[in-house]
């Protein structure tokens, strides 16, 4: 599946690193600021060695993983599959333990194996031994469904059409084409932060600084000193808007951001200054603060923003 390239706090920018055939990446880089958001470090040359070369002899390549067979009713779906308005056709083959289903902001780890109706298979997390971990919204539209009708434990074909997976004349390079065949395991949901009921709007015990900056203190932190505004630190956050809609989260990918305090939007500079190592702290960004009423950058969020921002480390 294709992951969509998610929304980055400042810049914006895509970061992309493939994961399968399957899957593109969904990694968000840090919340940096118009520049680039990495450097490649330089490479020092090669030293030289006094001793004799070995003959060129490559080392023998790793072996393919073994292709697992298509089931039988990898052509077309069968007459006991249940089939949604969209056309995905879906059937249980193993029934779930859980109760909940994942949300569309939810992460979810799950293993699958990929075949096109001609029983050929294009990609498998089994085969490679290893769980895939992604966002349920960062998968193709056909995936998505039928991963919200699952629950944990669950084990479920898929017979995905085309105008739900890649199309018949795929755009990306290596996806298969035409209608496709998944089994999919759900192993785990990783639920999404919950939307704050205070998200519209700063309450009367929230402190505001003089730039309109309004903030409380979720969590005491247990460091003495604060970041400056060129230091670099490591945090978790999530981001929403005031109709409580998330459209980031470091928390949902499971992983911390790091970056340099001067590469952000203003109301993080000044807000992650006012923090100390431990803390969790919930900031309402006025728009000057934020990316403004009208932002300038394609899918930046407008308006007020919310973030809950947990402070984990300070690189001085």
């Known amino acids: 599946m294709r992951l969509r390239t998610p929304v980055v706090l400042s810049s914006l920018a895509p ?3 493939a994961v399968s055939l399957a899957f593109a990446a969904c990694n968000k880089p840090p919340p940096e600021a118009g520049a680039s958001a990495t450097q490649a470090s330089a ?35 069968p007459a006991d599959a249940k089939v949604t308005a969209s056309g995905l056709a879906t059937k249980v083959l193993t029934p779930g ?27 498998s997390s089994v085969a490679r031994g290893q769980p895939t971990t992604f966002g349920v919204g960062e998968v193709i539209p056909g995936w998505t469904e039928a991963l919200k009708l699952m629950v944990a434990g669950e084990k479920r074909r898929l017979w995905i059409p085309a105008k739900l997976a890649y199309g018949d004349h795929p755009q ?12 999919v395991e759900l192993h785990e949901i990783l639920s999404a932060p919950k939307t704050p ?9 929230a402190k505001k ?6 903030y409380r203190v979720l969590t005491p932190g247990t460091g003495k000193e604060h970041p400056t505004a060129t230091s670099r630190v490591t945090v978790h956050y999530s981001g929403w808007t005031t109709d409580g809609k998330m459209f980031d989260s470091s928390v949902a990918r499971g992983e ?49 923003l919310v973030f809950d921002i947990e402070l984990l480390n300070i690189q001085q």
């Open 43 to 77: 490479t020092p040359p090669p030293v030289a060695s006094a001793a004799p070369a070995p003959s060129a002899v490559p080392p023998p390549a790793p072996p393919e993983p073994a292709g697992i067979p298509a089931p039988a009713d990898v052509a077309a779906a």
């Open 209 to 214: 600084t003089a730039s309109g900056l309004a």
């Open 172 to 183: 990306m390079g290596g996806a298969p084409s035409g209608n496709l065949v998944f089994d």
């Open 15 to 17: 970061f992309a690193a």
């Open 97 to 123: 333990k859980g109760k909940d289903h994942p949300g569309a902001t939810d992460r979810v780890k799950v293993d699958y194996t990929g075949w096109t109706t001609d029983g050929k298979m294009f990609d």
């Open 256 to 304: 911390p951001a790091t970056f340099p305090l001067n590469g952000v939007v203003k109301g993080w500079t000044e807000g992650v200054q006012l923090m100390v190592v431990g803390e969790k702290a919930r900031f309402w960004l006025p728009p000057a603060l934020g990316y403004g009423d009208k932002p300038q950058r394609p899918g930046a969020p407008s308006g007020m």
């Open 197 to 205: 009921d205070d998200v519209k709007a700063p309450p009367a015990s």
